[in-house]
């Protein structure tokens, strides 16, 4: 297995007594859909409910979509304001531009609370968006209140050597080349677990393939970049970090600490895998809701 596949998807990328359980009750909220113009020309496809006084601003991760969030919403609305969109490039949102920088991103996330008057935010990134998450904290730390990564962030990213840097080329040239099969076969190794449902790889897998293959690889390379800079970040980062990983990577606390900060907090989904939200939603929205209390 290609090796720095594995480094691309651990970067990127609750066995708890007296836990207090989340009722999975669905909201009475109801969930409204809406889009708004970014920099003029970008649409941007959001979903949101509720109308507490904290916004839990959740943000997908690689080549999937807003209704990940479908079972959160479903349980938080209640409680909290509740905002998720497709990121420019996925989903429903425009994908009529050029730059993929995560610095980019971020600018879309502080207009996206700045356009929504959105108050007291929790960022919520899964996968990629754990450095976007970083990202915005650096700078626009004014725009929100707490960060919490799902499933990724497991060490702090570094620069990579020049073998490091060859791999990683050689394996965005095959997926340019061949998007489908490089996808199929490189990885749901480290996607899924085996307790992982059918129907949720398919769905994943579908998503990912459907994703514009330029777009896909942009991001990632631009992902790729950031993460290098995730010891940089996490020493500005402007709160602590709380993050809510499965346990099919370990998660590297010490080191973390090392650098977060204002420290880090993990959350351990066992047994599920790059996809906790909907694979383990009860469990997942149940440490969820712990992170966002420390918050």
């Known amino acids: 297995m290609n ?31 809406s889009s708004l113009i970014l920099n003029g020309n970008m649409n941007l496809v959001y979903q949101s409910c509720g109308n507490g006084d904290t916004t839990l601003l959740f943000i997908h991760g690689w080549c999937i979509n807003k209704e990940y969030w479908q079972p959160q919403f479903e349980n938080f609305c209640n409680r909290y304001k509740v905002v998720a969109p497709d990121l420019p490039g996925f989903g429903l949102s425009g994908k009529n531009r050029t730059d993929w920088s995560f610095e980019t991103y971020a600018q879309d996330i502080k207009n996206l609370i ?3 008057n959105l108050k007291n935010v929790i960022l919520i990134g899964h996968s990629m968006s754990g ?30 050597d020049s073998i490091q840097q060859a791999g990683t080329d050689s394996f965005f040239q095959a997926m340019l080349a061949n998007y489908q099969s490089t996808v199929e076969k490189e990885m749901p190794p480290y996607l899924f677990q085996s307790s992982t449902p059918d129907s949720i790889k398919q769905r994943v897998m579908k998503d990912i393939l459907q994703t514009d293959p330029v777009i896909s690889v942009e991001v990632s390379r631009a992902q790729v970049t950031i993460s290098q ?35 880090t907090k993990l959350y351990l989904i066992p047994g599920s ?15 969820l809701q712990r992170a966002i209390w420390r918050q």
Not at 19 to 29: D, E, F, R, Y
Not at 131 to 158: C, E, F, M, R, S
Not at 235 to 258: E, G, M
């Open 3 to 33: 090796p720095f596949l594995k480094s691309f998807i651990v970067i990127c990328g609750l066995a708890m007594t007296g836990q207090i359980l989340i009722s999975c009750k669905k909201s009475a909220h109801p969930i409204t859909n």
């Open 114 to 116: 700045e356009q929504l």
């Open 131 to 160: 450095d976007l998450v970083l990202k915005t904290d650096v700078a626009y730390p004014d725009h929100i209140i707490g960060l919490i990564g799902i499933d990724n962030l497991h060490q702090p990213g570094k620069p990579m």
């Open 229 to 263: 800079q995730e010891q940089d970040m996490m020493r500005q980062i402007h709160h602590p970090l709380c993050l809510v990983n499965s346990d099919a990577f370990p998660t590297r606390l010490d080191s973390l600490n090392n650098y977060c900060a204002h420290g």
């Open 273 to 287: 895998g790059h996809y906790p939200m909907i694979e383990q939603p009860s469990a997942f929205n149940n440490a």
